[in-house]
């Protein structure tokens, strides 16, 4: 079993090493929460000065144009895709996830609609992340025409849950609380074969390890920019749309962004023939400069060169918890196989919550989830091996000393 100096010779001859310092980390914590808001790239601060001092207080109304504001979001969208196996012209950063999700879902299930009436059934987990479920709730109500949600308990129920009724298949590609990863270009598959259309959720899985929208034969697929693409707080998130369905797929939010021609100013909307048409209204566009900065240091270095790393870092953390911490009742609930895991770690445990907040307070930052699921996500970009190392030893001492049971480990927070 590897010790603290193995750990510090597997930073010295890790290629991915020199990236970390792109980022900005404050040199007493070890974050391990990046697969809920990533570190922020050093060049983040600059550009959101240049944004808001040049761009925004000296070009003012010019800088839609001579700032590239207007077409940021596709220029964003083009420089994401390689990270997700899609093409240029072919992915928007705009909106949030769910509000993309909306998008996305009510395009394809009018799509459907059109093709076949009967299928009026979106396929997914129950497991999934909440807002994904949520917004398809909302839109079969809207709809009224009869469409549900038909839920799985467990991913090997999918292939029975994909009757001659379904529509899509709508599925988050990494359980947010497990880590557990599908298999995409299988599942996408299987829902072709039923006459099922595949809408994938990368939030979990978008720079966090290698993606192929078109190599998976994908529908349509959104995620977030603020975890592994380190795009900051609330950064927009990102839509990918099949080649085969560009110009074909409606959004139900027509607003003027997505209009062929916005400054035409028709009272009419004709839609954008490309994928330009996703786009609803007026982009945040301070925010959605930060993303690039994000996106530049993946440039650096190949999603193969993070995938392995990632996984020598989770194997590690499981290693360590389980020889370190193994007298304490932690049930890991992160798939072992590797082509079963994604970019994170998650053990549940009895007072998961209180054991959270004492790891935190000795600098070792991931989170909390329900059930009692200790969440923690390893960013290859800025995650060192000795952080895991000085993670476990943490969490060894919140165990063995009973931190937890601390009075002010109990509170509750809004955010966990
Ligand atoms: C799978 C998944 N989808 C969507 C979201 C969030 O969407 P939004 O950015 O709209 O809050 C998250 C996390 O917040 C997520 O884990
Ligand atoms: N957007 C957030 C805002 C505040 C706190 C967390 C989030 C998350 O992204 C949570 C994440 N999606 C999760 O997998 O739980």
Known sequence: MPNRDDCLQLDAHDPLAPLRAAFELPPSVVYLDGNSLGARPRAAAARAAQVVQQEWGEGLIRSWNSAGWFALPRRLGDRLAPLIGAGAGEVLVTDTTSVNLFKLLGALLRLQHERDARRRVIVSERGNFPTDLHIAQGLARMLRQGHELRLVDRAEDIPAALGDDVAVLMLTQVDYRTGALHDMAALTRLAHERGALALWDLAHSAGALPVDLRGADADAAVGCTYKYLNGGPGAPAFLWIAPRWQGVLETPLSGWWGHAEPFAMEPQYRPDAGIGRFLCGTQGIVSQ???????????????????HKSLALTDLFIALVEQRCGAHPLTLITPRQHERRGSQVSWQHPQGYAVMQALIGRGVIGDYREPGILRFGF????????????AVEALRAVLDGEEWKQERFQVRTAVT
């Open 379 to 390: 960013t290859p970009l800025y995650t060192r091996f000795i952080d895991v190392w000085d």
């Open 289 to 307: 400069a930060l993303v690039e900065c994000g996106l530049e240091v993946f440039e650096r270095t190949d999603m193969a060169a993070v995938r």
